[in-house]
């Protein structure tokens, strides 16, 4: 798995897009991006994930840059609910084993 | 509602009693796996089942043991649990294809005295 790098913490106000960032310089050209949160001691929640275009679910939106060195995911409209540690992930779709590896994350606090 | 579901979601026990923490889903996953988390080392894998009576060790299998009889139960067992086994525990689960992108379930806190 290619290695992650994120901000260790980041603040948002309520309502307002929370960007997220996340490098991935070694990224090879068969390994996705994935992004998961966990909210305090709940179980990681898978988010979104994507290879070189923009993703968009009802959760967020998965921004890669054309490089595919970087990425940001958003969060359109943040609210307290989604303080958590956000995870960014970069593995191959199909590997022999299922286990993620989870790096340190950016605390994400959403602010009133 | 897909889901996964562990059960107790909090336990206190002893040392050596025998204890079970059940997993199940209900999406026809085939792939399932334990963590267990712990303050500054993140999430490791215990185990994890490809499918039905397919198991392997994780990264941290010592003391623990699986079984995959049915694809939607995945029991964790520890025989004689020891305090360096108190954690945060986590089941997943996840389609072949998807490995992933995996549900978690809520979590087991288990203090071992």
């Known amino acids: 798995d290619a290695k992650t790098t994120q901000p260790p913490s980041m603040d948002c106000a309520e309502g307002r897009a929370a960007n997220l960032p996340c490098n991935h310089s070694t990224i090879s050209g068969n390994e996705y991006v994935y992004w998961y949160r966990q909210i305090h001691s709940q179980g990681p929640q898978y988010i979104i994930h994507g290879l070189k275009n923009n993703e968009t679910n009802e959760m967020a939106s998965l921004i890669i840059t054309e490089d595919r060195k970087s990425s940001t995911l958003i969060l359109p409209h943040a609210t307290l609910r989604d303080t958590a540690v956000y995870y960014c992930?970069?593995?191959?779709?199909?590997?022999?084993?299922?286990?993620?590896?989870f790096g340190e994350g950016t605390q994400l606090t959403v602010n009133p | 509602e897909a889901q996964v579901t562990q059960n107790p979601r909090y336990l206190i026990t002893v040392t050596g009693k025998k204890l079970t923490v059940t997993c199940s889903q209900n999406m026809n996953h085939e792939y399932m796996s334990w963590y267990r988390q712990d303050p500054g080392l993140g999430l490791r894998q215990i185990y994890y089942?490809?499918?039905?009576?397919?198991?392997d060790k994780g990264d941290v299998p010592e003391g623990y043991k699986v079984s995959r009889k049915e694809k939607r139960n995945f029991p964790l067992i520890l025989e004689s649990p020891s305090p360096n086994q108190t954690s945060l525990y986590f089941c997943?689960?996840?389609?072949?294809?998807?490995?992933?992108?995996?549900?978690f379930g809520a979590g087991t806190r288990l203090s071992v005295l």
């Open positions: 992930i970069v593995r191959v779709q199909e590997t022999s084993g299922s286990r993620l590896t």
């Open positions: 997943a689960s996840s389609r072949a294809g998807a490995k992933n992108i995996q549900y």
């Open positions: 089942s490809m499918n039905v009576e397919v198991t």
